[in-house]
């Protein structure tokens, strides 16, 4: 358990990296813009770039992940997102940056659905929620020390003075992950059979039937409402204070702190809750079910509810809620597919769920930019995007509910493997 333990810990790292990584160009926004001349339009292509390959990275690295330990599969990766910001430390023109983007969501694509499938195979069905928690916790973690840090960074030098210290960061990541990160479950080897606990497996499923149930159906759905609350706050979410709201970089630095502090928490709230519930007794359809959704819903009718008040002290509560129910609402929603998902086939199903909801990442940018471009007052144009996108959210929660069933899928997925035998 020790072991397993170590193992979550470097990849909370992981998540923080990761996570900084993606949020960089959303605190220099306003600089970037200044900088290369840029429109909202403009901006909101290169927030959305990031997202063009994500899903083809997710689903080839989910594939590559049963071929190649996990070892040398996430260090590759992380000295991928290294390389893509080496050119960003200087001069450098929008076709470029939109480049790096690219490659870079290419990279990162599969970062999220590998942590947890590694998460997964170190612990049994009923204790996975919280370990996931404490992952999905680092993502937010990663923007929460990044915000003060980047921004003051940004502030005392330039834009391409943060890429320096996430490169660093980065190497130092890779370096300590090939001497600690050996051993993993999926690598079977005897040490790693020796340092974990046995864990229970679910049936071995052909994909057309894992792909087919509703709990799996009903992930995907809240994936998707939930990555376009996260895409949007780490593309839009510090333009819309300084720009949208008024606030300097500095304050906006502070303010973005607490929709990704209450998000940690959240996330690790959430996952030991889950827990809870199914030790007790409480079927997987409610905690985590019934439990993805109302988190997931609430942060739509936050977001809805923000748009509508002035601003102060509650709007910015709302906007931090938000930005951070949906967040805490990941760990125990993949617990789920864990749930289900024989653990051969757990990377390509994550993968998959990653690039569902990348489809939200590439899309959610370009909707909030071209709205408030198309429309005379910023103000206006932020406020009908917010709407539209927790509407959107609530509604996909209300449908996810009727969906996921972890115990009634894992009986169906028996019964149809003994019917084919």
Same mark, same amino acid.
């Given at each position: 358990?020790?072991?397993?333990?170590?193992?979550? #810990?470097?990849?909370?790292?992981?998540?923080?990296?990761?996570?900084?990584?993606?949020?960089?160009?959303?605190?220099?926004?306003?600089?970037?813009?200044?900088?290369? #001349?840029?429109?909202?339009?403009?901006?909101?292509?290169?927030?959305?770039?990031?997202?063009?390959?994500?899903?083809?990275?997710?689903?080839?690295?989910?594939?590559?992940?049963?071929?190649?330990?996990?070892?040398?599969?996430?260090?590759?990766?992380?000295?991928?997102?290294?390389?893509?910001?080496?050119?960003?430390?200087?001069?450098?023109?929008?076709?470029?940056?939109?480049?790096?983007?690219?490659?870079?969501?290419?990279?990162?694509?599969?970062?999220?659905?590998?942590?947890?499938?590694?998460?997964?195979?170190?612990?049994?069905?009923?204790?996975?929620?919280?370990?996931?928690?404490?992952?999905? +916790?680092?993502?937010?973690?990663?923007?929460?020390?990044?915000?003060?840090?980047?921004?003051?960074?940004?502030?005392?030098?330039?834009?391409?003075?943060?890429?320096?210290?996430?490169?660093?960061?980065?190497?130092?990541?890779?370096?300590?992950?090939?001497?600690?990160?050996?051993?993993?479950?999926?690598?079977?080897?005897?040490?790693?059979?020796?340092?974990?606990?046995?864990?229970?497996?679910?049936?071995?499923?052909?994909?057309?039937?894992?792909?087919?149930?509703?709990?799996?159906?009903?992930?995907?759905?809240?994936?998707?409402?939930?990555?376009?609350?996260?895409?949007?706050?780490?593309?839009?979410?510090?333009?819309?204070?300084?720009?949208?709201?008024?606030?300097?970089?500095?304050?906006? #630095?502070?303010?973005?702190?607490?929709?990704?502090?209450?998000?940690?928490?959240?996330?690790?709230?959430?996952?030991?809750?889950?827990?809870?519930?199914?030790?007790?007794?409480?079927?997987?359809?409610?905690?985590?079910?019934?439990?993805? +959704?109302?988190?997931?819903?609430?942060?739509?009718?936050?977001?809805?509810?923000?748009?509508?008040?002035?601003?102060?002290?509650?709007?910015?509560?709302?906007?931090?809620?938000?930005?951070?129910?949906?967040?805490?609402?990941?760990?125990?929603?993949?617990?789920?597919?864990?749930?289900?998902?024989?653990?051969?086939?757990?990377?390509?199903?994550?993968?998959?769920?990653?690039?569902?909801?990348?489809?939200?990442?590439?899309?959610?940018?370009?909707?909030?930019?071209?709205?408030?471009?198309?429309?005379?007052?910023?103000?206006?144009?932020?406020?009908?995007?917010?709407?539209?996108?927790?509407?959107?959210?609530?509604?996909?929660?209300?449908?996810?509910?009727?969906?996921?069933?972890?115990?009634?899928?894992?009986?169906?997925?028996?019964?149809?493997?003994?019917?084919?035998?």
């Amino acid at each position: 358990m020790r072991r397993a333990w170590i193992v979550v #810990g470097l990849l909370v790292v992981f998540m923080l990296i990761n996570h900084a990584d993606k949020s960089v160009i959303a605190f220099a926004g306003v600089q970037i813009q200044k900088d290369l #001349g840029l429109s909202p339009q403009e901006f909101g292509i290169i927030q959305s770039s990031f997202f063009w390959l994500f899903a083809v990275g997710a689903l080839f690295f989910g594939w590559l992940s049963s071929k190649v330990s996990l070892r040398w599969l996430m260090a590759g990766l992380m000295l991928t997102w290294v390389a893509t910001m080496a050119p960003l430390l200087g001069t450098v023109s929008f076709s470029v940056l939109v480049a790096c983007r690219i490659v870079l969501g290419f990279a990162e694509g599969p970062a999220y659905a590998l942590a947890n499938h590694a998460v997964h195979s170190w612990f049994t069905p009923e204790k996975r929620a919280m370990p996931s928690g404490f992952v999905t +916790a680092g993502a937010s973690i990663g923007t929460l020390i990044a915000a003060p840090l980047l921004t003051w960074i940004i502030v005392r030098w330039d834009w391409h003075a943060a890429f320096y210290i996430l490169i660093v960061m980065g190497l130092v990541w890779a370096v300590a992950w090939m001497i600690f990160g050996r051993g993993a479950p999926e690598e079977n080897t005897p040490a790693a059979k020796t340092a974990t606990t046995i864990v229970v497996d679910t049936v071995d499923a052909p994909y057309k039937t894992i792909l087919r149930t509703g709990t799996v159906l009903g992930i995907a759905l809240l994936m998707f409402c939930s990555y376009w609350s996260t895409t949007l706050k780490v593309a839009w979410l510090p333009v819309y204070l300084q720009d949208g709201l008024g606030y300097d970089t500095l304050t906006t #630095g502070r303010l973005v702190m607490l929709p990704y502090g209450f998000a940690a928490a959240g996330a690790i709230a959430a996952g030991w809750f889950s827990s809870r519930l199914i030790a007790r007794g409480v079927s997987r359809k409610v905690a985590r079910g019934y439990l993805s +959704a109302v988190l997931i819903g609430g942060a739509g009718a936050a977001m809805m509810g923000f748009t509508v008040l002035p601003q102060g002290p509650v709007q910015i509560l709302l906007v931090s809620l938000a930005f951070s129910l949906n967040t805490a609402a990941f760990g125990v929603a993949l617990s789920a597919i864990a749930d289900v998902v024989q653990s051969k086939k757990r990377g390509m199903v994550l993968g998959g769920l990653s690039a569902v909801s990348s489809i939200s990442g590439m899309i959610a940018p370009l909707v909030l930019g071209f709205t408030v471009g198309g429309t005379a007052d910023k103000i206006s144009g932020y406020a009908s995007g917010f709407l539209m996108s927790g509407a959107l959210m609530v509604v996909g929660s209300i449908i996810a509910v009727f969906l996921v069933n972890p115990d009634r899928d894992i009986a169906r997925i028996r019964r149809s493997v003994e019917e084919a035998a």
